[in-house]
T-cell receptor, first 112, second 114 residues
Framework: GQSLEQPSEVTAVEGAIVQINCTYQ??????LSWYQQHDGGAPTFLSY????GLEETGRFSSFLSRSDSYGYLLLQELQMKDSASYFC?????????????FGQGTELSVKP | NAGVTQNPKFQVLKTGQSMTLQCAQD?????MYWYRQDPGMGLRLIYY???????DKGEVPNGYNVSRLNKREFSLRLESAAPSQTSVYFC?????????????FGPGTRLLVL
């Protein structure tokens, strides 16, 4: 089956750097995605890695190592507004039409 | 573009009542999904539809039915609501570009069953 593991909670201070890890098990791999969800809101897409390495988008970066079945989301220059839940996700390899499998989410708390 | 819209935004039901949650997308996506999210929990897939006319069960389908009315609309029905169905319900549609699937979520429906 397919599964993803990520820490349930992470706490960091404003201005710091935080890394949210995700390990996955899947029988077929099509890349690793990250979503952000503010309290009570809709999840929104953040990033996607298909190949090994680091992808940078402003203060956020996402890393993938396919050989280790591991990725992380790196948030730099943390701001209070970054307090949210972050989900990693992989495609279900058995559904060609598309279906994502989400991790349980990591709640990030940014303290002043 | 409105993206993914959901109605209603809030609903209170009594145990045993029925209701239909509406979802529509204007992005011409083939696939649509219904999730539930309980406090402090992740997203659990209830049902999904890979294309107009097809629906499949997800992780937690019991107590729910769905209808893919057309390409735009995907509704979720609770025939006899139970307190265990108190949750936030998210509808989503997805775009597939090569190997990358990106899901777009609606604002959610907050349901309380008394």
């Amino acid at each position: 089956g397919q599964s993803l593991e990520q820490p349930s909670e992470v706490t960091a201070v404003e201005g710091a750097i935080v890394q949210i890890n995700c390990t996955y098990q899947t029988s077929g791999f099509y890349g690793l995605s990250w979503y952000q969800q503010h309290d009570g809101g809709a999840p929104t897409f953040l990033s996607y890695n298909a190949l090994d390495g680091l992808e940078e988008t402003g203060r956020f970066s996402s890393f993938l190592s396919r050989s280790d079945s591991y990725g992380y989301l790196l948030l730099q220059e943390l701001q209070m507004k970054d307090s949210a839940s972050y989900f990693c996700a992989v495609r279900d390899p058995w559904n060609q039409g598309g279906k994502l499998i989400f991790g349980q989410g990591t709640e990030l708390s940014v303290k002043p | 573009n409105a993206g993914v819209t959901q109605n209603p935004k809030f609903q209170v039901l009594k145990t045993g009542q029925s209701m239909t949650l509406q979802c529509a997308q204007d992005m011409n996506h083939n696939s649509m999904y219904w999730y539930r999210q309980d406090p402090g929990m992740g997203l659990r897939l209830i049902y999904y539809s890979a294309s107009e006319g097809t629906t499949d069960k997800g992780e937690v389908p019991n107590g729910y039915n769905v209808s893919r009315l057309n390409k735009r609309e995907f509704s979720l029905r609770l025939e006899s609501a139970a307190p265990s169905q108190t949750s936030v319900y998210f509808c989503a549609s997805s775009r597939l570009a090569g190997d990358q699937e990106t899901q777009y979520f609606g604002p959610g429906t907050r349901l309380l069953v008394l």
